[in-house]
C-alpha cells in the first residue's frame, strides 16, 4: 500500500487514486512485476491493442494508415494550391513590373523628344 500510495501522490491522482490503483491490481510494493515505470502502468500502455496482434491490431494499423494517407493527400493539396497562388501572384507582379518598365521607356524617350 505504501507503494502504491506513493506513487499515486506522485502522479497527483490522491487517495481514490491509490485506491483505484489497488482494485485495478498495480501492486507497486513489488516493482520487479513491472518492466516499465508506473507511470505507464497508470497511464494504461499506448497501442496495447495493436501489440497484441490479432484482427483488432490489423484493424487498427489499417485505420492508422488510412488516416495518414488522406492527412498527406490533404498536405499535397494545400502545398498544390498554396503553390499555384505563389505562381499567379509571381505572374502578376511580372506583368506589372513590366507596366513600369515601359512607363520609364516612355518618360525617357519623351525626355529625349524634348531635349532635341
Known amino acids: 500500500m ?3 500510495a506513493v506513487a499515486a501522490t506522485r502522479l497527483g491522482l490522491g487517495l481514490w487514486g491509490a485506491r483505484t490503483m489497488q482494485a485495478r491490481g498495480y ?3 513489488y516493482p520487479r512485476q513491472f518492466s516499465s515505470s508506473p507511470v505507464d502502468e497508470v497511464s494504461g500502455g499506448a497501442g496495447a491493442i495493436r501489440d497484441a496482434g490479432g484482427a483488432f491490431g490489423k484493424r487498427e494499423k489499417a485505420e492508422e494508415d488510412r488516416y ?3 492527412k498527406s493527400r ?3 493539396a494545400s502545398l498544390r494550391k ?3 497562388e505563389e505562381i ?3 505572374e502578376k507582379e511580372i506583368q506589372r513590373l513590366q507596366k513600369e518598365i515601359e512607363r520609364h521607356k516612355n518618360k525617357i524617350r519623351k525626355l529625349k523628344e ?3
Open 82 to 84: 498554396h503553390h499555384q
Open 114 to 116: 524634348d531635349d532635341d
Open 2 to 4: 505504501a507503494c502504491t
Open 27 to 29: 501492486n507497486l510494493d
Open 68 to 70: 495518414f494517407r488522406e
Open 74 to 76: 490533404e498536405q499535397l
Open 88 to 90: 499567379t501572384h509571381h
